[in-house]
Every structure is written in structure tokens, then in C-alpha cells.
């Protein structure tokens, strides 16, 4: 394991790590303490006592596609996010679970934009999105409804909730938001979408079952209302 000082911790497992392709190189350069790992046994040892604040699975270094390693994570770390990194002309692997999915060939510029997404930002340059009755706290990726107190979202809910406060009143097809959302043209099986908008709702909405701000057009997508 190689590792640098730095607040935020990145897991990182790669078949390759001390080659110049290695994504090693960015992420310590970025100022992360990256936990690097070249087998997925490794990796879930270490997940068992440590807790890192995103992943990032290169499978395209591997001997096997990482899927089975990328659901052992997710199933120790359930929030934390996952960047999974596929060959060049490899078909997408929803199975695995992640956030985002890149496909090789990528920069480093890419990989950091991919990682500042997931990571929350600055609590000391905090800003704060108001909506309506709702406040949503961009850096600690956690909305306050009014009456009602202040929730923590996972990376993929504020996600969702951001795509909808950038474009208030503004029908978002599904295919958007696999694509802003989830970084994925992938739109097979659309029920990964449906659960969040929910969970959005359950966060935002007065009665989730039936909601007033986070409207559905029916086969055109979502929209979020006039507060």
C-alpha cells in the first residue's frame, strides 16, 4: 500500500500501480492520501477497518472485470461513492454498482472532475441553494426543509437534487439525467432512477405520494415546480 497525507482518503485498486498509466499519480498530486491495492481481496480487507471517502476500481488493469470486487465494496461501504473504470470498447456493467463509470482512454483532468463530483466540497466555503421552503447545503450534501429540520443526502440524492435546482421549471428527461446524474448513456432499466426520485421526494415533499414540487411529466420526465 502507497499513501500520501491528505483529509480525504481514496481507495484505489489497479493491476498496474507502478506504471505511468497508473491513476495513482493524479490523485496524489491532487493533494488525496490515496490506499492503493492491486487485488480485490486486499481491498475489502482493508475496507473491513478503514473508511475511505471514495473508491475508485480500475478494471481496465485487472485480470477480471471487478464487478464482483466493486459489490463487495459497496456492500461493506454502502455510501461510499464508486468510480469504475472500464477497457476501451467494453460494455458497461451496471452490476457493478457504481457512481460514475469512465471508459478508457481518460485524462487525469477527467478522473479529478469525476472525483471532485463526488466529493462534498469545503464545509468553511459552504453554499447554501435556497428553493422555496428548502435550503440545500451544497458542501455538506444535505437539504433543511422547513418545519421539518436538515437530512443528509448520499452523493447520488444530492446529485439528483442539484440537477433539479440548476433547472427549476425545466421538464428533465430520463435520459438526461442517466446521463448528468449517473455519467452513463445506459437507459435499459430505468427502477435505479425511479428509487431516487423517490427518495428525493421523501426528503422535499410534504406527502411523497403525492407530490407538489418534484412533478412527474408523464413520457417526457421530471420537473421541479413553482415552490
Known sequence: MQAESSRRIILLIEGVPDSESSLMHPLVNAGFTVASFVSGREAVSWSQEHQPDLIVMDASSMRSNGVRISRRLRGI????????????????????????????PFTGRKLLNRVKDLLPADPAQEEIVRYGHLKYYRGKRSVEVEGRGEERLTPKLAMLLEEFLRNPLTVITRRQLMQNVWHTDYVGDTRTLDVHIRWVRECIEEDPSDPKLLITHRGEGFMLNKP
Open 77 to 104: 461501504l454502502a455510501e461510499t461513492p464508486i468510480i469504475y473504470c472500464r477497457s476501451e470498447g467494453v460494455i458497461e456493467e451496471p452490476a457493478a454498482t457504481a457512481d460514475i463509470y469512465l471508459e478508457q
